[in-house]
Each structure stands twice: as structure tokens, then as C-alpha cells.
């Protein structure tokens, strides 16, 4: 990767539905070079994927609580993330080190909504043996820019 390449993930952070010409521009690249170096971002899996940041509590899920977990055996743990990737409301799963073993970030319509979901489903998840919910109060810097 050189330092067009990485004005071109800039450039597409900022906004990925950016035109090639509009790209091309902020790059100093033609369309053509510039939907080349995009091809070969995509296919080298530095760019994952184009998705849309949608507003949760405008849909009805203005909850929002990192799930501290706890699972007993290391073997527990493939069963526990296919569970948790099957819950549309975990947004993401991340295995830690220490007292934890993983860290969810959940969204949930109310209290009641997040407290059946961490006692019927987190909670019942093969190897469980504790968890920890923390409300988040405030987003003040919530995104994924690299």
C-alpha cells in the first residue's frame, strides 16, 4: 500500500458513496486507476465491506450496553459467538483477556428488553458463568473510522 491508497480509504471513510470521478478527484487519479485501486482494496480484504450507519434509537432500540461475559472452557467458546451472531441484537462480539472472556455491545428497545435479553439468551449460552451489563450513558465518539 502506498499513500494514494491510503488517501483513497481516507477519502472513502469519509464517504463511501462517493462517485470514481469524485474520488479520482480528491486522489489526483482517473476514474479508471482509481476503480482499479478499489478492486484491489476489496480483494486484498482491507475494505470489508460498504454498509450504512443507521440511527438505533430512530428504530426503536435508544438502549444501548457493553455485556461483559464470562465462559468457564475455552471449547465453550465457538458455541457462544455462533449464539451471539444469531442475537440481532449484539452488534458486536469481542474476545478479551483478563476476568472477561468476550465484550458485547448490545442494543436493546428498553430496560426490560435488555434484562430478558442478558438473563433468557446471554446468559443461557453454553459455558456462561457470569456477566456484568454497563449502560452506556453517552456516545461522545462512536464510529469505525481508521
Not at 60 to 86: H, K, S, T
Not at 93 to 108: E, F, I, P
Amino acid at each position: 500500500m502506498d499513500r494514494t491508497d491510503y488517501a483513497l480509504l481516507e477519502a472513502l471513510q469519509e464517504d463511501a458513496r462517493s462517485s470514481l470521478a469524485e474520488l479520482g478527484r480528491k486522489i489526483g487519479l482517473s476514474i479508471s486507476a482509481t476503480n482499479e485501486r478499489v478492486k484491489k482494496l476489496v480483494a486484498g480484504g482491507v475494505v470489508r465491506g460498504w454498509h450504512v450507519r443507521l440511527e438505533a434509537h430512530r428504530l426503536g432500540y435508544p438502549v444501548l450496553a457493553m455485556v461483559n461475559v464470562a465462559i468457564d472452557r475455552g471449547e465453550n467458546g465457538p458455541g457462544f459467538v455462533a449464539a451471539m451472531q444469531a442475537l440481532p441484537e449484539v452488534q458486536e462480539c469481542h474476545q478479551v483477556d483478563g476476568t472477561w472472556s468476550y465484550v458485547l455491545k448490545v442494543r436493546a428497545r428498553d430496560a426490560m428488553h435488555l434484562d430478558s435479553l442478558v438473563a433468557r439468551q446471554i446468559r443461557a449460552a453454553a459455558g456462561v458463568t457470569g456477566t456484568q451489563t454497563v449502560p452506556v450513558v453517552a456516545s461522545p465518539k462512536d464510529g469505525a473510522y481508521i
